[in-house]
C-alpha cells in the first residue's frame, strides 16, 4: 500500500469523528446558527493567516534527505498567499469589522492549534506539518462547497461572503492529487509516523475549534 492510502487509512477515525461532529452536522443539513458561520469565518482568519509563514518555516527546516520538498513549498506559499484578505471580504461582506476581527486575535483552541503547527516545525519532525495540510485541505475537499451551498440557503447569505471557502474547496480539490504523489515519495518510517501522528493530532485541534463554535437550537 503507497504511503498516501496509509495515510487515509490511519487517519479514518480521526477523519470521521470530525466530520460527526454536531456543529459540523448542523451545517451540512442547513441547520448552522446564524452567528456560527461569522465565528468560523473569525477563527479562519486566525489559523490561514498563518498559513504562509508555516510554509516558509517548514521550508526553512527541511533536512537534506527532504530538500526535494522545497519546490511544493514553494508552489504552496505562492498559491496560499492572500487567502487570509479572502476571508476578512466575507466578513465585511456579512457587515463583520474586518479591523477588531484582527484585533481581537484567535479563539484558544485557534491559538492552541498555531502553536502546534510552529512547534512541530521548530522541535520535531518539519515534514510532520504536512500532517495539517492534509486535515485543512482533506477537509475543505469534504466539505467546503457543500457546506457553502448549505450555509448560504440557510442564512440567506450573499454570494460575497463565500469567497474563502468557495475559492479554497476548488483549490484543494486540484492540491489533493498533487499531495498524495509527494507523500507517496516519504519513503523514511520516521517521516511517514510524523505525518500520521500529526494528521491525528490535527483532526482532533481542527475539532476542538468546531466544537467551540455556536449551536444551533432545538
Known amino acids: 500500500m503507497m504511503f498516501y492510502d496509509q495515510l487515509l487509512a ?34 479562519a482568519y486566525h489559523h490561514v493567516s498563518h498559513t504562509v509563514p508555516l510554509l516558509h518555516a517548514c521550508r526553512d527546516h527541511l533536512p537534506p534527505r527532504l530538500a526535494w520538498l522545497k519546490a511544493a513549498l514553494d ?11 479572502w476571508i476578512l471580504n466575507d466578513l465585511r461582506a456579512l457587515h463583520q469589522d474586518a479591523d477588531e476581527v484582527k484585533r481581537a ?7 492552541v492549534m498555531v502553536s502546534y503547527a510552529y512547534d512541530t516545525i521548530a522541535r520535531h519532525n518539519p515534514v510532520g506539518f504536512f500532517g495539517m495540510v492534509h486535515v485543512l485541505e482533506g477537509t475543505s475537499v469534504a466539505l467546503a462547497l457543500h457546506a457553502a451551498d448549505q ?7 450573499p454570494d460575497e461572503a463565500f469567497s474563502y ?51 444551533a437550537q432545538n
Open 105 to 111: 486575535g484567535p479563539g484558544r483552541c485557534t491559538e
Open 165 to 215: 471557502l468557495r475559492s479554497h474547496g476548488t483549490l484543494d480539490q486540484k492540491h489533493t492529487a498533487h499531495f498524495a504523489e509527494l507523500m507517496n515519495r516519504l519513503d523514511d518510517p520516521s517521516d511517514q509516523q510524523a505525518v500520521v501522528h500529526r494528521a491525528r493530532m490535527f483532526y482532533w485541534l481542527y475539532g476542538e475549534i468546531f466544537q467551540q463554535l455556536p449551536r
Open 10 to 43: 490511519r487517519t479514518a477515525d480521526d477523519r470521521n469523528a470530525l466530520l460527526s461532529l454536531p456543529v459540523i452536522q448542523e451545517c451540512l443539513h442547513g441547520k448552522m446558527a446564524p452567528e456560527a458561520y461569522a465565528a468560523f469565518l473569525r477563527e
Open 151 to 157: 450555509i448560504q440557503r440557510s442564512l440567506h447569505l
Open 75 to 85: 508552489e504552496y506559499i505562492a498559491e496560499e498567499a492572500g487567502h487570509d484578505e
